[in-house]
């Protein structure tokens, strides 16, 4: 990823990503999750471009016939990691303190 890139992925994490841990049955440790989740199809089509990463899911069933269809992206694991490892320095204070707890959780370094 481009310095660009990198700025661009953190300025939309800021605002509209959850950072969490996840643990499948086969995982003996959690891993870092990474999840953005919005109506902009193309958004998220652009993180996919960006990170070389996942694709793009949905659309996700609506309550009302009238609201947005919703689309998600996620990463976990290591490579969630390395993404958010890229973004973390331009994130603020709240986002980067829930990424310390997380990795502290995974037991993984943030450098």
């Known amino acids: 990823m481009t310095d660009e890139e990198i700025a661009w992925l953190a300025g939309l994490c800021e605002g509209e990503a959850s950072f969490s841990s996840n643990r499948s049955q086969r995982q003996s440790r959690p891993s870092p999750r990474l999840q953005v989740v919005m109506g902009d199809k193309d958004v998220l089509e652009r993180i996919v471009a960006i990170t070389g ?21 996620q990463k976990t694991g290591p490579r969630a990691a390395e993404i958010i490892r890229a973004i973390y320095p331009l994130l603020g204070v709240r986002r980067r303190a829930c990424i310390e707890r997380i990795f502290a959780e995974c037991n993984l370094e943030l450098c």
């Open 53 to 73: 990463q996942s694709h793009v899911l949905g659309p996700l069933k609506t309550r009302e016939v009238h609201h947005t269809p919703m689309y998600y992206w």
